[in-house]
């Protein structure tokens, strides 16, 4: 396809397109001074307000744990340029605990102290949970004791009770972690206000075609661990989130009419919630 006209003011060239999701066409460019960078355009659909948010969290992280926003312009972002290397890689290449651990390292950077307020943009972590909320109460009114119903008790439970409230990612999982220059990096954040607790749970749903690891009572314990520690957080709080989590995605599911996907992350859940019992 054609690519768009970028902004004079960005002094960018020579693009190519690199990937192109549901919500986006990526574009690599070439920036005055010959460094790469990329430009994130955003398509018109249904939810474009949740890729936005990912503009003002990028700026008010300043570059310290996640990708520089170098430019915006209308529902066009310029980016720093991450780097080729996913987390995946780090997985396929030295196992699992080698790459939770970096997930890890990356948390506390992306938690690390700011001097400057949020942004008022931020989506509520409860708003998020809305999906969620809808699907539990449909079911607990069809007589349904479903693991929509537990979990949405869990959620209600979690967020009137924050460890405490900061900017989340809100996205974070295998593909969304990069190594370049600046080492490792997050991309693609949708910008949430909450409990740090939430941005660790997408971890256990990932990566999505390892689904014999992500049902691993061992891998499910061990990411519980790490992450408590890192976020100062106890395990047993940090796999309630993942339960929450997993749940809620699949009620995105549910309404994409997407019963596959739905009832993976459901499994997930539930062997989530069989080791939540052993702490």
């Given at each position: 396809?054609?690519?768009?006209?970028?902004?004079?003011?960005?002094?960018?060239?020579?693009?190519?397109?690199?990937?192109?999701?549901?919500?986006?066409?990526?574009?690599?460019?070439?920036?005055?001074?010959?460094?790469?960078?990329?430009?994130?355009?955003l398509k018109p659909f249904d939810d474009v307000a949740d890729e936005l948010r990912g503009e003002h969290y990028l700026a008010w992280r300043r570059g310290e744990g996640a990708v520089r926003?170098?430019?915006?312009?209308?529902?066009s972002m310029l980016l720093e340029y991450a780097g080729e290397t996913l987390l995946q890689q780090v997985l396929d290449e030295q196992g699992d605990n080698?790459?939770?651990a970096i997930a890890a390292d990356l948390l506390a950077k992306l938690f690390s102290p700011s001097k400057h307020p949020f942004p008022p943009e931020l989506q509520p972590l409860k708003d998020r949970f809305s999906s969620l909320f809808r699907k539990a109460a449909i079911d607990r009114d069809a007589g349904h004791d479903s693991i929509y119903v537990e979990a949405a008790v869990i959620a209600d439970r979690l967020l009137a009770n924050p460890h405490d409230?900061?900017?989340?990612?809100g996205d974070l999982h295998h593909d969304n972690i990069l190594y370049g220059p600046r080492g490792w990096l997050a991309i693609d954040p949708k910008?949430?206000?909450?409990?740090?607790?939430?941005?660790a749970a997408n971890m256990f749903y990932n990566p999505l075609d390892r689904d014999e690891l992500c049902l691993d009572p061992e891998r499910i314990a061990h990411m519980a661990e790490?992450?408590?520690?890192?976020?100062?957080?106890?395990?047993?709080?940090?796999?309630?989130?993942?339960?929450?989590?997993?749940?809620?995605?699949?009620?995105?599911?549910?309404?994409?009419?997407?019963?596959?996907?739905?009832?993976?992350?459901?499994?997930?859940?539930?062997?989530?919630?069989?080791?939540?019992?052993?702490?």
């Open positions: 396809m054609d690519a768009p006209a970028f902004p004079a003011r960005w002094r960018v060239s020579t693009p190519e397109l690199v990937a192109e999701t549901f919500s986006s066409h990526i574009w690599k460019v070439r920036r005055e001074d010959g460094s790469p960078a990329i430009v994130k355009a926003l170098l430019g915006r312009d209308g529902h080698a790459a939770t409230i900061r900017l989340l990612h910008g949430v206000l909450g409990d740090p607790g939430f941005d790490v992450f408590a520690e890192t976020l100062g957080q106890t395990p047993p709080a940090i796999l309630d989130y993942a339960i929450a989590y997993g749940c809620l995605s699949a009620s995105w599911h549910h309404e994409d009419d997407n019963p596959g996907e739905e009832n993976r992350e459901l499994s997930i859940a539930a062997a989530i919630r069989a080791v939540r019992a052993s702490f």
